[in-house]
């Protein structure tokens, strides 16, 4: 379970253009429950993220992950509770190194190690049993750099890398944004299995509204930092998401 507790951020304090991101917010996260966070550009979804996972400080409040609490954990120190997909393919993973290479690599998360005994060998049928689960015959390509490999191949790499370690909390920073539907929707029916196989609590933003209905448990609007929906994603419709989201967006420009 996931409690953030009076979060607040500003951002560029003290000048003319100080922006408030979040004041005195509150949320918790159910335990093993994907929840989806939606909403325009600049409503908090990405700062959120990114200060759950340590690369944002928050000016105050708590975050509490299974009763501990992280709030003052290095970006670093987390990575060994929480898994993350990005956006872009190439972040989640080391595009110099190959694929066997990077899976010894997120396999030692946590664990004090040297490159030169980055791979052991009695872990490689582990990775050849994962990857064959992506159904992408990655398996045939463990010493071929991840470079080399589609948006979609990475992303699906990455997702693997994020959960192979079954962290207390997974988050999705928009992790089929940068991909083509039919790719998107083979990374998305992935993620479902994997969070359904290994129970993993999982903040995941979107902006495909049919995907964030679909594939998670429950939805949450959010709009200039504050929550303006929240509600079980089977009782959600996209038009109800829909005419929500123009209506914020025409205040905007009213």
């Known amino acids: 379970m996931l409690r953030i507790q009076g979060l607040s951020k500003k951002f560029n304090k003290g000048t003319d253009n100080e922006i408030e991101v979040f004041n005195n917010f509150n949320l918790l996260i159910e335990e ?19 200060i759950l996972a340590g690369s944002i400080l928050p000016d105050s409040g708590n975050i509490i992950l299974n009763k501990e609490d992280i709030s003052n954990l290095s970006e670093e120190k987390r990575s060994k509770y929480i898994g993350r997909v990005y956006q872009d393919p190439s972040m989640g993973v080391s595009p110099s190194l190959t694929i066997l ?7 030692k998360k946590g664990e004090k190690f040297t490159l030169r005994r980055l791979i052991r060998k009695n872990n490689i049928d582990k990775y050849v049993e994962l990857l064959k689960s992506l159904g992408l015959g990655l398996e045939n390509k463990l010493n071929t750099k991840v470079k080399y490999l589609s948006g979609g191949q990475r992303q699906s790499l990455s997702l693997i890398m994020a959960t192979m370690k079954h962290p207390d909390l997974l988050l999705l920073d928009e992790h089929t944004a940068a991909l083509d539907p039919k790719t998107s929707h083979i990374v998305m029916e992935k993620t479902k299995e994997l ?16 995907d964030a209905i679909e594939y998670s448990d429950r939805i949450i609007m959010l709009n200039k930092g504050r929550i303006i929906l929240d509600k079980a994603s089977k009782d959600t419709t996209e038009g109800e998401l ?3 989201y123009r209506a914020k967006l025409f205040e905007e420009i009213a």
Do not use: F
Not at 32 to 50: E, F, R, V, Y
């Open 32 to 50: 093993n429950k994907c929840t989806a966070i939606i909403g325009p550009n600049g409503c908090g979804k990405s700062t959120l993220l990114n």
């Open 101 to 107: 290479e990077n899976m010894s690599l997120a396999d």
């Open 195 to 210: 969070l359904d196989k290994y129970k993993i609590t999982t903040i995941m933003i979107s902006h495909n509204m049919k």
């Open 242 to 244: 829909m005419d929500i």
